[in-house]
């Protein structure tokens, strides 16, 4: 499973605002030629503020092993077949090293070099100000000296962490575009979008007809969530009733409380009732009533906040976090999909036609992933809809099914050299 995962790995806060993609990695060749391609290195070095070749150079000196770094086609191999949860771990000490500032371990920070002629490297911290020594014994400290980090016009090298999941400050993005010539490696975004044209899938043109004839007055609103929360335990309950075998075994038998209220139905209501409660605070609702890791919170969850299909697209990239904190295993990335299933049942009429644009969202806020996507695309289920109403909407989805595997295979290509 990837997701995004907090770059300091001494805070399991999910709502901790500095996240990196998970690192990837994929064994190829064998005997001697076998090395260990790592295939999302750009993205986390962005997360990171780093050129992605600092963080392939310290695997490699920690590995005792070689590296490649092919900037101009972003490929970033180490020798050797390693595991990725090994890797993971050096990232992480990596990141203590050259990124967290000594003193405060915000990540925001940028490297300095010194022009004195011991050329020491320093972590210039953006949030506490301080500067703080790197060691300079470590092989990767001269290798920075030789390949220091490019320099924008601002000075910094530091983007806004969070830029990418949620746009919480809109202002630290821009000078990355503006130095994109040499060193702005070929965004992923940049490729899925344009690679998307063609699908009409980019949003925007039509959003006016989005908001005709919604009742929105506060009486209207609850109503619609009461629905869609009933609905919600409704639909798990007939779930549970199923014995769908590959599913409900952690779910269960936690249902039903003291004061005989199901849980779920209950933070539907916190929702519905709070309509301005942030992600931590719906989180915290359901850690309260023993939902927190429940992939089936995520369809109550789902269907409480998401039910303004004006602005859905948009609330998804606001609430990546939210739908993320829940879990990320297959069941839970399924039970989102669910969840938004069942939200385009609810408005079908202004819906069904956006299901591309809505499992993109979902895919570019790295929410869901690939693979879930292409499980579930198999065939329609009736798991979280109705069998009429999954055909549907699965009929709707097949333009980024098809997007989705087409850009797999040019992966797939890519990788062979
Ligand atoms: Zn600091």
């Given at each position: 499973m ?6 300091r790995?001494d ?7 500095y996240?990196?993609p998970r ?18 290195i ?16 310290y695997?490699?000196?920690?590995l ?6 092919d ?12 595991e ?6 050096l990232l992480y ?28 490297i ?7 100000g301080?500067r703080?020594?790197v ?7 001269t290798f920075i ?8 016009k601002?000075g ?6 969070s830029a ?11 000078s ?9 490696d070929?965004?992923?975004f940049?490729?899925l ?7 009409a899938?980019?949003?925007?043109g039509d959003?006016?007809?989005w908001?005709?004839e ?9 109503e619609?969530?009461?629905?869609l ?9 007939t ?9 409900d ?5 936690s249902t ?6 199901d ?7 916190f ?5 301005s ?25 789902i ?15 606001k ?12 069941k839970h990335?399924r039970?989102?999909i669910?969840?938004?299933e ?11 036609g956006k ?15 690939e693979e879930?996507?292409?499980?579930w695309?198999?065939k ?13 909407i ?10 989705l595997e087409e850009?797999?295979e040019?992966?797939?290509d890519?990788d062979?050299?």
């Amino acid at each position: 499973m990837s997701g995004k995962i907090n770059i300091r790995r001494d805070t399991q806060d999910t709502f901790y605002r500095y996240k990196m993609p998970r690192l990837q990695g994929k064994i190829e060749g064998k005997g001697n030629g076998i090395k260990t391609v790592l295939p999302n290195i750009v993205d986390v070095s962005r997360a990171l503020s780093r050129p992605p070749s600092y963080a392939t150079k310290y695997f490699g000196y920690e590995l005792g092993a070689q590296t490649k770094n092919d900037e101009k086609i972003e490929k970033f191999i180490v020798n050797g077949a390693h595991e990725v949860p090994k890797l993971q771990e050096l990232l992480y000490d990596f990141i203590d090293r050259f990124v967290l500032c000594g003193d405060c371990k915000n990540p925001e920070t940028d490297l300095i070099i010194s022009k004195d002629k011991d050329q020491k490297i320093i972590r210039q911290c953006m949030a506490c100000g301080k500067r703080t020594d790197v060691d300079m014994r470590h092989r990767l400290s001269t290798f920075i000296v030789k390949n220091p980090p490019p320099k924008d016009k601002k000075g910094g090298q530091h983007a806004s962490a969070s830029a990418t999941s949620g746009g919480a400050n809109g202002a630290g993005e821009g000078s990355d575009g503006g130095a994109a010539g040499s060193g702005g490696d070929g965004d992923d975004f940049d490729m899925l979008a344009s690679g998307t044209a063609g699908l009409a899938l980019s949003e925007g043109g039509d959003d006016d007809d989005w908001d005709v004839e919604v009742d929105t007055s506060a009486e209207a609103v609850a109503e619609r969530q009461r629905k869609l929360a009933g609905g919600a335990s409704g639909v798990l309950a007939t779930g549970g009733g199923n014995n769908n075998n590959d599913d409900d075994d952690d779910d269960n038998g936690s249902t039903g409380d003291a004061n005989g209220k199901d849980p779920y139905d209950e933070l539907g209501d916190f929702i519905t009732a709070n309509a301005s409660a942030t992600d931590r605070e719906i989180f915290e609702k359901a850690g309260a009533l023993g939902l927190d890791k429940k992939h089936r919170a995520l369809v109550v969850v789902i269907m409480c906040v998401f039910e303004d299909p004006s602005t859905l697209i948009k609330d998804i990239a606001k609430r990546d976090k939210l739908l993320m904190a829940f879990g990320d295993s297959d069941k839970h990335q399924r039970a989102i999909i669910g969840g938004f299933e069942r939200v385009i049942e609810a408005h079908m009429d202004r819906l069904l036609g956006k299901t591309p644009l809505i499992l993109k969202a979902l895919y570019d806020e790295e929410i869901v992933e690939e693979e879930a996507f292409a499980e579930w695309g198999k065939k329609p289920s009736k798991k979280y809809v109705d069998k009429e109403t999954a055909k549907q909407i699965h009929k709707a989805a097949e333009p980024f099914l098809r997007w989705l595997e087409e850009a797999d295979e040019e992966s797939d290509d890519d990788d062979e050299e």
